[in-house]
């Protein structure tokens, strides 16, 4: 039986939400093992200037535990 464990990430790019989503999944990789699914559990963006410069998510992150 595997035994699952979820995490609250927060991540942003200036890029796209998906840029953001894979950033949060490398930096979690770093100290998190066995990441098995992301769900992406809100996004909100940052506007200057009527310019949108700053995408953000929050994440649940669910990975195996040992």
């Known amino acids: 039986m595997a035994v699952m464990k979820v995490i609250e990430v927060l991540a ?4 796209s939400w998906e840029d ?5 999944v490398k930096q ?3 100290s998190v093992k066995n990441i098995k699914s992301v769900f992406v559990q809100s996004q909100s963006a940052v506007v200057n200037d009527d310019e949108v410069t ?3 998510v ?8 040992n």
């Open 12 to 15: 942003n790019s200036d890029k």
């Open 20 to 24: 953001a989503t894979k950033k949060a």
């Open 28 to 30: 979690a990789s770093k």
């Open 54 to 56: 700053e995408f953000r």
């Open 58 to 65: 929050n994440l649940k992150i669910t990975f195996e535990v």
